[in-house]
């Protein structure tokens, strides 16, 4: 087994098809099958459940042997671009994968003053759900996260808390709440424009509800801060949305943002990295930054 063998492997269980393996390898498709046939040889257990690989379908075997195959070529690739560095060879880059809200409004800045420091670092940045940044954290495919959580429980994860992410109510500046007490039960009584389901922002709004024993009017579910404000502004209905998502509308008078009644304040944003992966160079100078403050909002 060599590594030439396994990011073969991996390469098929990602992509699918033999010819984009044999593509982004420049190689031929025949060696790409002599190394997935030659790597279950030596291996002595079956990976796919076909010879073929006209249909690519792991084995429970295959399955198990993925998850360590994809944090070995990784980490071959992380040390041969750490030597770059060191050789003088290239600037480094770093992989950070975020959540909406901060990936928005607040690692902007942060990544802006890295780029005038070094201008040659790389920067991917990979917006996606927290489940989804914690498990390519935990798999080695991206150095650090920012996420939006409630708590953090997992040995295999370093989390520093760099500031607090509550939700707030908004509405449009003309819309009946804007005049009137705001309880709960006068929140049930108007069209409430909600996160989609799954996301951490709607598990809280739901326990909240369910805390306050109050029936929210679901007239719409939105994926993104942005189309929720836009909605918001329309008169769709209202919204809870991160305070520090919709602090430059409330400063312009777009909308309204008034505190959610009953609600207990258990969100922050988390820098997360994986506890045993080597911390790079822009790993390292990122963390510090971060940790130094995240900027509450995008221009600040």
């Known amino acids: 087994m060599n590594l030439q063998q396994l990011r073969v492997f991996v390469l098929t269980v990602e992509l699918q098809k033999l010819y984009l393996v044999a593509q982004q390898l420049d190689v031929t498709q025949p060696t790409v099958t002599f190394h997935l046939n030659k790597l279950q040889e030596e291996l002595g257990v ?27 070529t990784a980490l071959s690739g992380e040390a041969g671009a750490l030597m770059e560095i060191h050789r003088g060879a290239a600037a480094g880059k770093i992989a950070i994968g975020s959540t909406h ?3 928005t409004y607040m690692l902007p800045p942060l990544l802006g003053r890295m780029k005038r ?8 940045l990979d917006v996606r759900p927290a489940p989804v940044i914690l498990e390519k954290i ?27 992410d509550d939700l707030v109510l908004i509405f449009a500046p003309s819309h009946p709440l804007a005049s ?19 996301s951490i922002s709607r598990k809280l709004i739901d326990s909240w509800a369910e805390a306050q024993g109050v029936k929210l009017n679901v007239a719409m579910e939105v994926s ?16 809870m949305i991160s305070e520090s998502a919709v602090q430059t509308d ?15 304040p258990e969100r922050y944003i988390y820098a997360v990295r994986h506890r045993n992966k080597l911390v790079s160079p822009a790993m390292a100078r990122f963390w510090e930054m971060a940790a130094a403050g995240l900027p509450s909002r995008g221009g600040s």
């Open 180 to 198: 009137h007490p705001i309880t709960p039960g006068a929140l049930s009584e108007h069209p409430f424009i909600c996160h989609e389901v799954g």
């Open 46 to 72: 079956a990976l796919f459940h076909t010879k073929s690989y006209h249909v690519v379908k792991l084995t429970e075997a295959g399955k198990a042997f993925y998850h360590y195959a994809a944090q070995i």
């Open 117 to 124: 420091q070094e201008p040659r670092l790389s920067i991917l």
């Open 250 to 264: 409330a400063e312009e008078g777009k909308l309204l943002a008034r505190p959610i009644p009953g609600w207990k």
């Open 101 to 103: 809200t901060p990936a």
């Open 138 to 164: 935990k798999r080695y495919e991206l150095d650090i996260g920012i996420v939006s959580q409630t708590s953090f429980d997992d040995a295999d994860l370093i989390a520093l808390p760099l500031v607090q």
């Open 224 to 239: 993104g801060s942005e189309a929720l404000k836009s909605a918001v502004r329309c008169g769709i209905g209202f919204g």
